[in-house]
């Protein structure tokens, strides 16, 4: 069974430009997560998709965006690229998305795609 | 939401237990405790997680304390692969995982 297939793998852009990355979850997932890792912020959540609905966004700004297609697969658009954007970005799906806390199922988490914004 | 937390860092001797902590003193009944660890810049890895009952997998063993308000994550013989960040997460409904700072563990020849 394959994993969560990030790409691309590594990025580099311009400030100002706009990048779109790409997620494809297990097969039979229907919830993709996204997070931004940096050194100094560590892991943080971005937005989660289920089902082609967003459901939960974490404290970004409006420059980070997304969406889901019907098959599950997920994009994710950061427009206006700053200095501060550079992180690695990591996609996660889930089997069926946790409605409510009771509903749990383990996140897997893909490679990343590492974006250097020059 | 329950915030977790853990000591930055710990070291273990190749080969012998390593037990990792994590204080989860807000957490309510029906909020479970994952673990997740990150070998350097690779994504996240699953290793387990848990309600109440102490679990076990291929991985680690989860004991949950009764009051579940701290857990420990331990790794029966630890290996040098097993040199990462460990993170203890309570996760929001939406499958929102808010990683804290992790652990730090170093397994040492």
């Known amino acids: 069974k394959a994993g969560v297939t990030q790409t691309p793998r590594y990025l580099i852009k311009t400030r100002g430009q706009q990048v779109t990355l790409s997620c494809s979850p297990i097969?039979?997932?229907?919830?993709v997560s996204w997070y931004q890792q940096t050194p100094g912020q560590g892991l943080q959540f971005l937005f989660e998709?289920?089902?082609?609905?967003?459901?939960n966004k974490g404290n970004f700004p409006g420059r980070f965006s997304g969406r889901q297609f019907s098959n599950s697969r997920s994009e994710m658009n950061v427009s206006t690229l700053e200095l501060g954007d550079s992180a690695l970005y990591l996609c996660?799906?889930?089997?069926?998305?946790?409605?409510?806390?009771?509903?749990?199922?383990?996140?897997?988490f893909g490679q990343g795609t590492r974006l250097t914004v020059v | 939401d329950a915030k977790t937390t853990q000591p930055p860092s710990m070291d273990c001797a190749e080969g012998r237990a390593a037990n990792l902590p994590c204080n989860h003193s807000t957490i309510s009944g029906n909020e479970y405790v994952y673990w997740y660890r990150q070998i350097h810049s690779q994504g996240p890895q699953y290793i387990i997680h848990?309600?109440?009952n102490n679990e076990t997998n291929e991985m680690a063993s989860l004991i949950i304390t009764e009051d579940r308000k701290s857990s420990t994550l331990i790794l029966p013989h630890a290996t040098l692969r097993d040199t990462a960040v460990y993170y203890c997460i309570v996760p929001l409904p939406g499958n929102q995982f808010y990683f804290g700072t992790g652990t730090s563990l170093t397994v040492i020849p």
């Open positions: 996660a799906s889930s089997l069926i998305g946790q409605v409510t806390i009771e509903m749990n199922t383990e996140a897997f």
């Open positions: 998709y289920f089902s082609e609905t967003q459901r």
């Open positions: 848990g309600l109440k």
């Open positions: 097969s039979g997932h229907r919830s």
